[in-house]
């Protein structure tokens, strides 16, 4: 099982990233799917998560509005859409992925790195002012 991150890049504030996270080894359409980032010298962070549904999203306050997380099904991939960046956005993004389906959790644990049991390799996103 393999998540293979990638869209990550250089660009200057205001500028829009999309973020893709392609699934290998298995499907996981009816999984839960989240990002995260780690600036350099931070702890990893959560930035968004889509229940095994698709039907519920979730974002940390500060990418509210500028951060759309979505799925592809058919292609096994998920997105995560990143518009007006910022200098602050800039860090290692991660893809990770839930082992069990269809299950659903409290709000807060979609929140913490300890639902997911698969995390892609990072993509880099740097945002300069």
């Known amino acids: 099982v393999q998540l293979q991150a990638s869209g990550g890049g250089q660009v200057q504030a205001g500028d829009s990233l999309r973020l893709a996270c392609a699934a290998s080894?298995?499907?996981?359409?009816?999984?839960?799917m989240g990002w995260f980032r780690q600036a350099p010298g931070k702890e990893r962070e959560f930035v968004a998560a889509?229940?095994?549904?698709?039907?519920?999203?979730y974002y940390r306050d500060s990418v509210k509005g500028r951060f759309t997380i979505s799925r592809d099904e058919a292609k096994n991939t998920v997105y995560l859409q990143m518009n007006d960046l910022k200098p602050e956005d800039t860090a290692v993004y991660y893809c990770?992925?839930?082992?069990?389906?269809?299950?659903?959790?409290?709000?807060?644990?979609?929140?913490?790195?300890?639902?997911?049991?698969?995390w892609g390799q990072g993509t880099l996103v740097t945002v300069s002012s």
């Open positions: 080894g298995r499907t996981f359409n009816n999984n839960v």
């Open positions: 889509v229940s095994w549904s698709g039907s519920i999203t």
């Open positions: 990770a992925a839930d082992e069990r389906q269809r299950t659903t959790y409290t709000e807060g644990y979609y929140r913490t790195t300890g639902l997911y049991d698969y």
